[in-house]
């Protein structure tokens, strides 16, 4: 099997592309599991797949400075898409996988993206000892056993233009987002299970055809299942982080339809990581300027506005041309934010034509 036609195979049916919603999110998950209220997390299980759900990913952003101060941003993503609600072993194997890395500077974006088919052991993730890898791309944990799987990483991937090798060391909990973990997208209730382990410091190593640099600062992993994340009629997203210099944390989101008032949620997190779940409404995203960016018109200047928090901020993309030129492409890239409170963090677009 080409890896073209895996590529499709995984976006065409295991995501839906020719179903509904932003690519086929908001497909029906008859013969999937659904997340469900009153459902409990519990770790390390949960750092692990659920191969009965159509899809989920561990999504790490991280907001870099080398020894000048120059700023770098950097993802890691692997996500688990089910052609089937079960978990066959070999070729017959219904999980699929895909995997997207990053780095952005001030000029410059560099991203690629790998594929596999499960069961065949190229990729794929165990909870304890906790463990993500497709091909030479890892993330594995350096907790002994017994600790806390995520308190600390070790993460690598590579392009043909740039790698790197970072270590990110945990100072806070883990935080469930929505209701204990269960985050709703829609008016009409599509959910997914969701939590963030957003306390990370970074050390570590980029290599870019500039050459290698040392790097620090933060990062910020999302882990997130669902079978229908999204409304059929919702055609894409804007979803950021935050790490505030007071040691405060945001979460937030807005999913944007075609008939509906935009869907708005977020999760104010404070240093000691204590998390306040906002529903719709409370978050107000207003996109500002746009600019030109693989000929689309994208919002990299946006206006945050939480009234329970005094929060009104701006926040700015580091590099406008964050695109990610993926099979299903979308923009991503590090933020900075000014107003009511200064910090960086990330920033995610999708559906934008």
């Known amino acids: 099997m080409s890896v073209r036609f895996l590529a499709l195979l995984i976006v065409m049916t295991a995501t839906g592309a020719l179903a509904q919603g932003f690519a086929g999110l908001g497909t029906k998950s008859e013969g999937f599991s659904v997340p469900e209220p009153g459902h409990t997390l519990v770790f390390p299980d949960d750092h692990g797949p659920h191969p009965d759900f159509r899809i989920e990913w561990w999504y790490l952003t991280a907001n870099l ?132 382990q957003p306390f990370y410091t970074v050390t570590g190593k980029i290599n870019l055809p500039s050459g290698q640099v040392e790097v620090s600062g933060q990062a910020w992993l999302d882990r997130e299942w669902s079978s229908q994340p999204l409304d059929p009629d919702q055609t894409g997203w804007d979803w950021l982080s935050m790490h505030f210099d007071d040691g405060s944390k945001l979460m937030g989101f807005r999913l944007r339809s075609r008939s509906a008032e935009t869907y708005t949620s977020a999760t104010w997190i404070d240093p000691a990581g204590k998390a306040t779940a906002y529903g719709d409404g409370a978050l107000r995203m207003v996109p500002g300027p746009t ?29 406008t041309q964050s695109w990610m030129e993926t099979l299903v492409p979308y923009w991503e890239g590090p933020v900075i934010a000014d107003g009511s409170h200064r910090g960086r963090g990330y920033l995610e677009m999708t559906g934008y034509q």
């Open 65 to 196: 400075n080398d020894g000048n101060g120059t700023d770098y941003g950097l993802q890691w993503t692997l996500f688990r898409s089910a052609l089937l609600p079960k978990a066959d072993n070999g070729w017959s194997a219904s999980q699929t996988w895909m995997a997207h890395a990053a780095v952005t500077t001030a000029n410059r974006h560099f991203s690629t993206e790998r594929f596999s088919r499960g069961g065949i052991g190229q990729a794929g993730v165990a909870a304890n000892p906790f463990s993500a890898w497709i091909d030479d791309w890892h993330m594995t944990s350096r907790s002994a056993a017994g600790e806390d799987q995520l308190a600390a990483l070790h993460v690598t991937a590579r392009g043909l233009d740039f790698s790197y090798d970072i270590k990110l060391t945990a100072s806070g909990p883990l935080v469930l987002h929505g209701e204990s973990g269960l985050s709703v997208k829609s008016a009409s209730g599509q959910a997914s299970y969701y939590y963030s």
């Open 291 to 319: 600019q030109r960016v693989a000929d689309r018109e994208v919002p990299t200047v946006w206006r945050l506005q939480l009234a329970e928090r005094d929060l009104d901020i701006t926040i700015e993309a580091l590099n």
